[in-house]
């Protein structure tokens, strides 16, 4: 007994530890394969700059050389790897200042959007997923299996032209960026109010965007663990339905949901990426496609890693929360 | 479960003649389409598509649909009027504009047309006046063919390292795996937004489609190469493969003869996922004006005119090419459910 206590109590660190370290070579291989990627680069931020007849090949070339572009590849690297550390993660040419500061704010905004979506989708999607998965084959369930092809079928990007249009064409909502001009006058409660009313476009796009996906994730699931006899047992003893769905049937259906949770915080991000863009809300989205415009690498670098840090952090939330839901991982060994 | 698997073989040849249809018409954009997509109506900016009518102004029915010429209203600008006073019958097989069916036989047949100087504009048309139902139908030929030409570049990547690394294991096994587990966890969207950074951004047409292709199907070899390497892993160690070793064949043999024909099913079903997203992505980069830009027409940039204020809110019909996008997905992915099914229940 005693044994099997102890590393009961042992392994869940172990087990998290393995994760974080997995999370870290993770951001290495990104961030080499970023580094990779920027050496094809055939010009530069600064190629521009030759085409403009005022300003001489010897200021072009003093320029490459002070930000180091010069510099064969690994010692670039090296360079950037060593301003990670200082915190300033890169140099952005166009904006002439340290990437952190830039990227700070757009995390924060990307952050917003897309924890909402994804709390919103999920909070819509189970209920749908556990009452369709207990109606099989009933008319509810081919009308949502129905419902859930189209709107896959249905691209980010159309949904969110398409709302925008709603919106606009109604004159129900403002439009464009993250608050309304003279926002910084109006009180704290206003500010809330302008604030949700901005955020409606973009995180709707995103809930329909990824609802079809989790619904059909938690019916399957759910219709699996229906057909296990314990079911079978608990509403033999006469347990309500409902109680029977989420209190007895969810948490032992809850598994491979907390697994594509944090898969889906992936396909979350590219969908905000676009939505961003469309609904000109200021995430990483549109910095990212302005660094590219202007080949910022720093920039474009620093969001790629931005990105890949929320996916990793809600691959390890999943892996918490697993931990928490499920007695097996706790004990597990392997 | 018997009528499901009938319903879903059903839908698998309604979804499969709709995509084979949609295919033909966006190969031979040349004779379905009316006009040129290049060709320039300045006089007729923003026309609303045109309506087909059957009963004309004195309520006779003509059971040969026709339809009004189009006329800019004097008082407003980008608004018109039919003129009622004389009927132009849309004609079938009407010879114009030369073209190269399927781009090598010369030829100036059209499936439909209208007689001048009335113009049929099935889906509108754009600032310049362009026909769109047309741009819609040639923009297909680049969407499509960068979602397919992509695709088969994934698969065939996915194909060589998942046979690769199941079949042969160890340490080109762990590090392959573990870089595919670094493609799936990347965002696609911002990979592919940094990859295409880095690429040269003004080059031509056809560099620029090769070169998305190429991006695109590269980014995407990681879930099919995971998928296989699974497949063959489990076939390797079956006995016939056991047996066949030991008659003495060789490894290629085996792949080849043992192990690759239980992969088609599976690859078959990522195929059929993978095009609608490859298309996506394409239409997605062309939006953001890093793809095939102007006056080359894709799905991608036609949708990009949306991203004007104005012609978002006033002119609904430059939606269109997004009907077209949600009417391939839909088809591709009917398929694929359809081929997911049969492939459970074993019949592939």
């Keep these: 007994m005693m044994p099997s206590m102890t590393s009961g109590v042992k392994s869940p660190i ?13 951001l290495l291989g990104a961030s080499l394969l970023s580094f990779l990627f920027s050496s094809l680069a055939p010009g530069s931020f600064f190629d521009e700059m030759k085409l403009n007849p005022q300003i001489s090949p010897e200021t072009v070339a003093a320029l490459r050389a002070q930000y180091g572009l010069d510099q064969p590849l690994p010692v670039r690297y090296v360079r950037w790897v060593k301003s990670v550390f200082r ?53 509810d369930d081919q009308l949502a299996s129905a419902s859930t092809s189209l709107l896959l079928s249905v691209p980010e990007l159309v949904l969110a032209l398409g709302l925008l249009y709603l919106v606009i064409r109604t004159h129900a909502l403002p439009v464009g960026g993250m608050v309304s001009t003279g926002f910084d006058r109006l009180g704290s409660w206003e500010k809330v109010r302008d604030l949700a009313a901005h955020l409606i476009v973009p995180v709707t796009t995103l809930v329909l965007a990824s609802l079809p996906i989790l619904i059909r994730h938690v019916r399957a699931s759910m219709m699996e663990v229906l057909q296990a006899p314990f079911i079978q ?63 910022d690498i720093y920039v474009v670098i620093g969001v790629v890693m931005a990105s890949t840090m929320f996916m990793i952090l809600g691959s390890l939330l999943a892996d918490v929360m697993l931990l928490v839901a499920d007695p097996r991982i706790r004990t597990d060994h392997a | ?196 950074a880095f690429l040269p951004l003004h080059i031509s047409p056809s560099q620029t489609f090769l070169l998305l292709v190429a991006v695109i199907g590269t980014i995407g070899w990681a879930r099919p190469a995971r998928l296989v390497r699974g497949i063959v892993l489990s076939a390797r160690s079956r006995k016939y493969v056991t047996a066949s070793r030991g008659f003495g064949a060789s490894d290629a043999y085996i792949l080849r003869r043992h192990v690759l024909p239980h992969t088609y099913g599976t690859l078959l079903t990522q195929a059929a996922l993978l095009v609608p997203q490859y298309v996506i992505a394409e239409v997605t980069l062309s939006f953001f004006g890093l793809g095939l830009s102007e006056p080359k027409p894709s799905w991608g940039n036609l949708l990009a005119n949306l991203q004007q204020y104005n012609v978002l809110v006033s002119y609904w019909w430059m939606f269109a090419p997004a009907l077209a996008l949600v009417l391939v997905s839909l088809g591709y992915l009917t398929v694929a459910n359809a081929f997911h099914q049969q492939l459970q229940s074993g019949s592939i």
């Design chain 1, 14 to 26: 172990r087990y998290l530890e393995r994760r974080a370290i997995h999370a870290l070579l993770l």
């Design chain 1, 87 to 139: 915190g300033e993660w890169g140099y952005s040419f166009a904006y002439n200042q340290p990437v952190r500061s830039l990227l700070m704010v757009r995390a924060r905004n990307t952050l917003l959007l897309t924890t909402l979506a994804m709390a919103l989708a999920w909070l819509i999607a189970v209920p749908i997923g556990v009452w369709i998965a207990s109606r099989r084959g009933r008319w």
């Design chain 1, 233 to 295: 047992a608990a509403r033999g003893h006469g347990i309500g339905r409902s109680r029977l769905l989420f209190c007895y049937a969810l948490p032992a259906a809850a598994n491979p949901l907390i697994s594509l949770f944090g898969l889906s915080v992936a396909g979350l991000l590219s969908g905000s990426l676009l939505v961003e863009v469309i609904t000109g809300w200021p995430g990483l989205g549109p910095l990212l496609l302005e660094a590219c415009f202007s080949r």
């Design chain 2, 1 to 196: 479960m018997k009528t499901r698997k009938k319903n879903s073989k059903k839908r698998l040849i309604a979804a499969a003649i709709f995509l084979l249809a949609l295919h033909l018409a966006i190969l031979l954009a040349g004779f379905v389409a009316p006009y040129e997509p290049a060709v320039q109506n300045r006089d007729f900016p923003y026309v609303p598509p045109t309506r087909i009518h059957f009963i004309d102004a004195r309520g006779h029915l003509h059971l040969r649909p026709f339809i009004y010429q189009a006329v800019a209203r004097a008082d407003s600008l980008y608004e018109y009027t039919e003129a009622r006073d004389q009927e132009f019958p849309v004609r079938f097989f009407v010879s114009g504009s030369k073209y190269k069916i399927a781009g090598w036989m010369p030829s100036h047949t059209h499936l439909f047309g209208v007689n001048a100087p009335a113009q049929v504009f099935l889906a509108g048309t754009d600032n310049y006046g362009r026909d769109q139902f047309s741009r819609i139908l040639y923009g297909g030929q680049i969407s499509l063919a960068a979602g397919l030409l992509a695709t088969t570049v994934s698969l065939l990547l996915g194909l060589c390292l998942g046979c690769i690394s199941g079949f042969y294991a160890g340490w080109i096994d762990e590090s392959a795996m573990r870089l595919a587990e670094l493609f799936l966890v990347l965002p696609w969207l911002y990979v592919l937004l940094a990859v295409r």
